[in-house]
């Protein structure tokens, strides 16, 4: 049973939500959508849940017409970024809701939503009202009240964005296990996230989303190690993967005073304006690397994330340990330039370290 | 400091409470008392300053024939048509702010918050505005002096308020909510009656007090759209009064008059405290 998006477009003012939007999900599969805030996440979930009709495009699921069924009729589910549950009822009655609504008879209800409780781990909570639940034990809550329809998709919308830190890592394990558990063989599983991390660690296929446009569509390992654009190498990596302009001529990469010899697979490259791209990760502390000034240093849990800049270029390192630095400090670095990307001036990929194209 | 605070405190709460309990005192003092315990100076202690009777509040039940007033008959009907015309406004008024919540309304330049305040703009008019309308639109279909008509009336009066109040409350419950109940298999009118209306008592409530307030208190339409059959009571109240203003009869029906405000009062006052949308959206 697949679900066939084609050409969807979605503009309600002067800006698009959804652009030409096609795909094709085969059922058993995990598929994340990948996309900055206001990238048109939400407004494809919703598309897919029957909440918005689409300007123009098709949605076919099971070799039927989409658009035409109403929401209630549709067999989703979907779980929210703020936690959405029913205030009046309690966890059990939050859970049961879906089922009551089917007419299934009490003593069913109960066994399915007694199962869904212990597969969310909040066994012990049926008796409590919404408002005494944490964030993170209300998500679960509409997560198992999503899992209990046995829907045949299940749509999530940044779950865990607005969790904590410990328990967005708990929560996302948890998934992972649910995941593959293989929900259901017949489940079509979409997921959207800003987070190129939590992509990564779901490991579907991805599809990389932009100002509602597909920009890539692939599995995870392929959109890390290939980014078929700046864009969509920009929105996979965090921080941001850092973009220097350079030329390469005589097999040397050369910017604001710096000549690296360019690897194997850049040196062929000789368009001008070429864009290098380098992970914040792959570029490390040297002493007798290159000189660049501190401009700001942020140290985010075990890691510190390091803006510097040398004349017009600006980029973020980030380095596995916590270091003080104060502002305007001169440090040297080094460029693992072996891992660098090229992107052409009109953003494209041009060569990639895993073999894209020119590689 | 703190101690002035506290003293400063304690001493408003005071002082608005004698402001607020005082004349309930009075009226109810004078409404035991005869002509001359009225006439007499200012008195307040039953037995002691005063000799007390129960004739302010017997005139109240007798038939006309017997010298009383009776107000029995116009009580019920303000009973009957406050309560009738509060209920339908509550419900017309509650689809309808539903519906301006929810969904996107387009005739030319009027949208959404411009049906809104048509509603709103009803209550802006000076009633007097009102009066002559209502009154020609109410002989044209032959209500005047009628309950029906009234109620009609009061429909119009008080459905705005109910409308007004629920939508700015159905704009706070998250449209997620909504949406989660279509996904888990309702339809429109069952997310609205099953997810919706449970989630918007507290708002129904004020709503519903608030039309049983501008309802059971309205003398000026009561007052132009009636003559001999029918009769409300803040009508038949102001009616009591002739040469000899007898206080005590006229205490005596202000009293009955506010109590089911009272009683509404405390129900209401119980409900408010339970606001329970925290947990809806975190």
């Known amino acids: 049973m697949n679900l066939i998006a084609n050409n969807l477009t979605y503009k309600p003012s002067d800006q698009y939500h959804l652009n030409e939007v096609s795909f094709n999900f085969k059922e058993g599969n995990l598929y994340t959508i990948l996309g900055r805030t206001l990238s048109g996440k939400t407004t ?152 190129p ?59 604001e005073g710096i000549e690296i010899k360019a690897p194997s697979h850049l040196s062929k490259l000789t368009k001008g304006g070429l864009n290098i791209g380098l992970r914040s990760s792959d570029i490390e502390l040297s002493e007798n690397g290159h000189e660049f000034e501190v401009e700001l240093a942020e140290i985010s849990g075990s890691e510190t994330l390091l803006h510097l800049k040398r004349g017009k270029i600006k980029i973020i390192i980030s380095i596995e340990e916590v270091l003080n630095f104060k502002i305007h400090d001169k440090i040297k670095i080094d460029f693992k330039i072996d891992r660098a990307y090229a992107f052409g001036a009109d953003g494209k990929l041009e060569s990639s370290p895993f073999g894209g194209l020119n590689g | 400091m703190n101690k002035l605070y506290i003293f400063l405190k304690y001493f408003f709460i005071v002082v608005w409470t004698v402001f607020v309990v005082a004349p309930f005192l009075w009226a109810l003092t004078t409404s035991f008392k005869d002509f001359q315990s009225v006439n007499g100076g200012v008195t307040y202690i039953p037995w002691v300053d005063f000799e007390p009777n129960l004739e302010g509040w017997k005139v109240l039940i007798k038939s006309p024939a017997k010298g009383g007033v009776d107000i029995v008959e116009p009580y019920f009907n303000s009973l009957f048509v406050t309560c009738t015309a509060s209920l339908i406004s509550i419900i017309l008024g509650t689809l309808s702010a539903y519906a301006l919540s929810r969904y996107t309304f387009k005739a030319g330049f009027v949208k959404n918050n411009d ?125 009591l009064n002739s040469s000899v203003t007898p206080w005590w009869s006229l205490s005596a029906s202000a009293l009955v008059s506010v109590a089911p405000l009272i009683i509404v009062a405390f129900i209401v006052e119980r409900y408010l405290s339970k606001g329970n949308l925290s947990g809806a959206i975190k």
């Open chain 1, 44 to 195: 494809l979930l919703k598309t897919i849940a029957g909440l918005l009709t689409p300007d123009s495009g098709a949605i076919e699921f099971d070799g039927k017409d989409f658009l035409k069924v109403p929401v209630w009729q549709r067999n989703v589910a979907m779980v929210y970024q703020q936690f959405i549950n029913y205030p009046h009822l309690n966890v059990f009655e939050n859970i049961a809701f879906p089922l009551r609504q089917r007419k299934i008879d009490s003593e069913e209800i109960n066994n399915k939503v007694m199962d869904s409780l212990k597969s969310v781990g909040l066994v012990g909570y049926e008796n409590r009202k919404i408002q005494e639940l944490s964030g993170g034990q209300q998500q679960r809550v509409s997560l198992a009240r999503s899992l209990v329809k046995n829907a045949k998709i299940l749509l999530l919308d940044e779950p865990l964005v607005n969790l904590d830190y410990k328990l967005r890592e708990q929560l996302r394990e948890e998934f992972k296990s649910l995941f593959s558990k293989g929900l259901a063989d017949e489940t079509i599983l979409i997921y959207s996230t800003t987070d």
């Open chain 2, 115 to 239: 049906i809104t305040f048509f509603f709103i703009s009803q209550r802006i008019m000076p009633p007097i505005v009102l009066s002559i309308p209502f009154f020609l639109f109410l002989s044209s279909i032959n209500l005047l002096d009628s309950l029906t008509g009234l109620i009609v009336v009061y429909i119009v009066l008080l459905m705005p308020i109910a409308v007004w109040i629920m939508v700015d409350f159905f704009n706070k419950v998250p449209r997620e909510i909504d949406e989660t109940a279509l996904i888990d298999g309702c339809n429109p009118y069952q997310a609205f009656l099953k997810v919706v209306l449970p989630n918007s008592i507290p708002g129904l409530i004020v709503a519903g007090m608030f039309c049983i307030i501008f309802g059971w208190i309205d003398f000026f339409f009561a007052f132009i759209l009636t003559f001999t059959e029918v009769q409300l009571l803040p009508v038949k109240i102001v009616a």
């Open chain 1, 197 to 255: 991390r939590e992509t990564m660690e779901l490991n579907g296929e991805v599809i990389v989303l932009d100002e509602g446009k597909v920009l890539q569509v692939g599995p995870a390992k392929e959109i890390f190690e290939n980014p078929n654009s700046l864009k969509v190498a920009e929105i996979s990596n965090d921080p941001p993967m850092n973009i220097i302009e350079a030329d390469i001529s005589n097999e040397q990469i050369r910017f």
